[in-house]
């Protein structure tokens, strides 16, 4: 397997159909903003995926999917016969994920992660408490602690670190959820090789607030008035930045 992968992959690998906002919309000029979708005749490889993943993650519980290899997640899915082989197509599918340019759809953020097997270093990382997350030891930690202190019991750690896999996983649940629009998913939710989660970055959250956490609802608690007078935490996506994402005020630079 790791004779054959490949760093660089040309995008007929796996189909994207490409689509302007003309095609999509006949009343719309704006030709520049692609739109890119992933190719009905890949949807089956798509949704094997998906099952596939999920699968990995109930057997080895949601904390431990967190921080699983890629190389981790082969093994597991060849060993247990209830979740099978990940098949050569679908591979090449999780590799065009992971090594696509997607600022051709209008993601401008970094590339964090160069190799699809890269690893988290265990030896470097914590469990938070009640939390099913992990942060890295050092700077992160301190400053969620820190948070808690200045802010109060009632924040709590949303996500922490989040592996290739679970990025992954993340990003093609999102495009499924928007009807395979890879675009309109990338604004909300980092393509597996671009997110600061896998170094450091983690999420915050209201106790109680559930998935409301992840809306513009968070900006409005208390909670989110009291960070924003913590000189010492930045919010790494604000309203317009240069990445291409949506504003989320959960999300705490550490990096």
């Not at 159909?17 to 009343?27: A, W």
């Not at 979708?37 to 993943?53: A, M, N």
């Not at 270093?121 to 930690?141: C, M, Q, S, V």
């Not at 400053?143 to 802010?151: E, L």
């Amino acid at each position: 397997m790791e004779n054959s992968r490949r760093f660089f992959f040309k995008k007929s690998i796996v189909g994207l159909t490409t689509v302007s906002n003309i095609n999509l919309f006949g009343n719309i000029s704006d030709q520049k903003n692609n739109i890119v979708f992933v190719e009905k005749k890949d949807y089956k490889v798509f949704q094997s995926i998906r099952r596939k993943l999920q699968l990995v993650q109930q057997y080895i519980g949601y904390g431990n999917f967190n921080v699983i290899s890629f190389d981790e997640m082969l093994s597991i899915s060849k060993r247990i016969s209830s979740i099978g082989t990940f098949s050569k197509e679908e591979i090449n599918f999780l590799e065009f994920i992971f090594y696509y340019n997607p600022s051709s759809h209008g993601f401008f953020g970094n590339r964090i992660t160069n190799n699809i097997t890269d690893t988290i270093d265990k030896r470097i990382i914590t469990k938070i408490p009640y939390t099913g997350h992990y942060l890295f030891k050092g700077n992160a930690e301190n400053t969620y602690y820190n948070m808690k202190k200045d802010v109060g019991d009632s924040l709590t750690l949303t996500s922490g670190i989040r592996s290739i896999v679970k990025q992954t996983k993340l990003f093609l649940d999102k495009i499924n959820r928007v009807g395979g629009n890879i675009t309109l998913a990338a604004k909300s939710i980092a393509p597996p090789a671009f997110t600061y989660h896998s170094i450091g970055d983690f999420d915050v959250g209201k106790k109680g607030l559930g998935h409301a956490n992840f809306t513009s609802k968070f900006a409005k608690t208390e909670e989110f008035q009291q960070i924003k007078k913590l000189e010492y935490v930045e919010v790494r996506y604000t309203i317009n930045n240069k990445d291409g994402v949506r504003y989320e005020p959960w999300h705490i630079t550490t990096i």
